[in-house]
């Protein structure tokens, strides 16, 4: 099928950028997630498929980096474990309900790239992450929306002074 694009989110002060850089071989399980469509959208998930690192809940929230992904879908441990937050008394080991993946850190963008500035790109004007009440913590990204966010890496930050007449 050939590579494809992904876009997770995480809160900067539960995992960041910097943490997954920071791991052991710098590389971590996507624990956690709880919403059958994103559990779907990790199930669609091949080794060297590449990941847009979102940081949610932030000022602003905003790409920072990209991962790659090194392992495909399995179980969610965290699922059975009763002292886990992520604990699902309906799931059962012979019957999971919740997957994960785990991904390895690429690189951090030169400059994040905020929700704001990505709002103004007419090109991401379908991209999932900008629709309306769109919550997904894991979602695909189409090849024109991730290479039209790498060429924005590369153009020069938006100006937040007003130009002079």
Not at 43 to 71: C, Q, T, W
Not at 104 to 114: A, C, D, G, M, N
Not at 131 to 157: C, D, M, N, T, Y
Request: proline letters at 8%.
């Amino acid at each position: 099928m050939g590579l494809r694009y992904w876009l997770m989110k995480s809160e900067p002060t539960t995992f960041s950028i910097d943490d997954l850089c920071n791991a052991p071989r710098q590389t971590t399980c996507w624990e956690g997630v709880r919403n059958y469509q994103a559990r779907n959208y990790m199930r669609d998930m091949a080794i060297g498929d590449l990941v847009l690192f979102y940081h949610s809940n932030a000022d602003p929230p905003a790409i920072v980096g990209i991962a790659e992904v090194v392992k495909t879908a399995y179980p969610d441990p965290t699922q059975f474990d009763k002292k886990n937050k992520y604990y699902d008394p309906a799931s059962h080991p012979s019957n999971p309900r919740w997957e994960m993946v785990d991904i390895k850190f690429v690189r951090k963008l030169s400059r994040p790239l905020s929700l704001p500035e990505l709002r103004k790109e007419r090109t991401l004007k379908n991209m999932l992450l900008l629709q309306k009440g769109s919550r997904l913590s894991v979602q695909p990204v189409s090849r024109e929306e991730w290479e039209h966010i790498l060429s924005l890496e590369q153009s020069a930050r938006p100006s937040t002074s007003k130009k002079r007449q």
